[in-house]
């Protein structure tokens, strides 16, 4: 007998470790692949980014190549379309890795034309702007006159002076106030910001540097009609790194979207002249849980996500909220009635007592059970003196606490008493059935024995109650389901402790001998 105990609880204990290792798993996969959290609430910003095109036909058919953004590090690419009656546009396949290219084509058109590009983004995170890669080409030496080469020389020689590394000498050297000599004659005074990129990628590419023109712009909550910043992406040290031409800080700044990498212009039209391209940015707000199947897709993980409970319908995974949370009250109540030796009316109705008070709130609950169980234990000692037989006495006393929870309903609509209202969320046959258990309990065993079971019952209760209405606990136990294989392990678990109850510490204190 000792060695098939011994046996069964080395078994179980087994199955309790792999399930505790399929658990720590399964949250790893939720929170890598599917973006869960482990806070309730999580929400998730969601940019709408549209990039409206405006441009004068010239009678030929019309072709625009605009530069769009890809999911990335910084961001993932949720949805993306073209609005321009007419129009018809098509993805074209990345060259460089680093960038994309939509075709935005339409026959020949008359009159001002604008097209409208929408993308949603979400997700974005500063990445520090380090894309880390393998060494590109050496960039093509620019072709200089005898004077502009000098010039570049003497920047390149007074830009040591400066701190930083290479790319971070020059930036500061171009922009420094006053300008030095050597610089006025590179570069004009008032500078725009397409002049000084044009002047650091020639001194970096005549350096041997590799480098690229970076687009994109700050997300930020209704901004409208504003063009894309220009930075400069550089390679040194075995990584590329983005730096601003303006101040020379290195990364990308915080929610700082790229929607172009490389290239020279963002955007290229056939049959169109006088073009201009400006972009509108809006921020909406959606639960991270409901963008897991997008996370799921775009991370090739689609196939789990669909066969879960996620990919369910919102009425059906709100009723599974609350199986999912069953799991863990069991637990509690097997804890309080074998670890703690606490005897309740039933095995799971404290359960079932705790899911009603999660309804009717804590206090009217309360008060709406203390009713319910005061006059259906008078009518059950009226029943008594009947003398009826058990199946239809039980009835009887299902009626009686239906009849009892209408009364407590239509009054407390009557006299605005929510309290009252509470009552219709009781289940009527555990209500029934503790009526029931109660009156017998009094009748074989005494009154103080009833009391004692009742008040159990209600502590068991009042004890899942706040553990299972916890909203960060309900959160974890659905979002991480696979804790209630670890849940039934430990339950199976118990089932083999022999021990002592806490209750029945003091009972046999007594036998203990003094040293």
Not at 23 to 30: G, I, P, R
Not at 414 to 430: D, H, N, T, W
Request: glycine letters at 6%; hydrophobic letters at 45%.
């Amino acid at each position: 007998m000792l060695r098939k105990y011994l046996s069964t609880r080395f078994v179980l204990t087994v199955l309790l470790f792999l399930s505790l290792i399929y658990a720590a798993f399964s949250v790893y996969y939720k929170i890598t692949y599917w973006g869960f959290k482990f806070t309730p609430k999580q929400t998730s910003d969601v940019w709408t980014v549209e990039a409206h095109i405006n441009f004068e036909p010239t009678g030929e058919p019309i072709k625009i190549f605009l530069t769009t953004p890809k999911s990335s590090e910084q961001f993932k690419v949720l949805e993306e379309s073209v609005i321009a009656e007419g129009y018809t546009s098509k993805k074209i396949p990345s060259k460089d890795g680093v960038s994309a290219k939509m075709r935005i084509s339409s026959p020949a058109k008359e009159g001002i034309q604008d097209v409208y590009y929408r993308v949603m983004l979400f997700d974005n995170v500063d990445a520090k702007g380090k894309t880390y890669a393998s060494k590109p080409d050496a960039p093509e030496k620019p072709i200089l006159d005898e004077q502009t080469e000098a010039v570049v020389k003497q920047i390149s020689a007074l830009a040591k002076k400066q701190d930083g590394n290479r790319v971070v000498q020059i930036i500061k050297l171009l922009n420094q106030v006053p300008a030095d000599p050597v610089v006025q004659t590179f570069l004009p005074v008032k500078k725009t910001s397409k002049e000084t990129m044009e002047a650091i990628r020639t001194i970096l590419s005549y350096q041997g540097i590799p480098n690229r023109i970076v687009r994109g712009f700050k997300l930020e909550e209704n901004r409208k009609s504003f063009a894309p910043d220009l930075m400069l992406e550089a390679y040194l040290d075995n990584k590329w790194m983005i730096y601003n031409i303006e101040n020379a800080e290195k990364g990308l700044p915080d929610s700082f979207v790229l929607f172009q990498r490389g290239g020279e212009s963002l955007i290229d039209i056939e049959g169109g002249q006088n073009s201009s391209v400006k972009f509108t940015v809006l921020k909406s707000v959606t639960s991270s849980l409901s963008l897991a199947g997008k996370r799921a897709k775009m991370t090739g993980h689609k196939s789990w996500f669909d066969y879960s409970i996620y990919n369910l319908p919102l009425s059906e995974q709100n009723t599974l909220k609350w199986l999912t949370i069953f799991p863990l009250a069991i637990l509690v109540i097997v804890l309080i009635r074998n670890v703690v030796g606490l005897k309740t009316m039933g095995t799971f109705t404290p359960m079932l007592l705790s899911m009603s008070l999660i309804k009717t709130g804590f206090w009217p609950g309360l008060i709406c059970f203390a009713v319910i169980i005061a006059l259906g234990l008078t009518i059950r000692f009226v029943l008594s003196k009947l003398n009826l037989l058990l199946v239809p006495r039980i009835s009887a006393v299902v009626i009686f606490v239906i009849l009892i929870m209408q009364l407590l309903t239509v009054v407390g609509y009557q006299f605005k008493l929510e309290m009252a209202l509470s009552a219709v969320f009781f289940p009527i046959i555990i209500m029934a059935w503790i009526i029931e258990r109660a009156s017998i309990t009094w009748e074989e065993d005494g009154a103080a024995n009833a009391g004692r079971e009742i008040f159990y019952s209600l502590v068991a209760a009042i004890v899942t109650y706040f553990i299972i209405s916890d909203e960060f606990i309900r959160h974890i136990m659905f979002a991480f389901n696979e804790i209630n294989l670890v849940i039934l392990c430990v339950v199976m678990l118990l089932g083999t402790y022999t021990g002592y109850r806490l209750t029945e510490l003091k009972r046999f204190a007594p036998l203990v001998k003094e040293k």
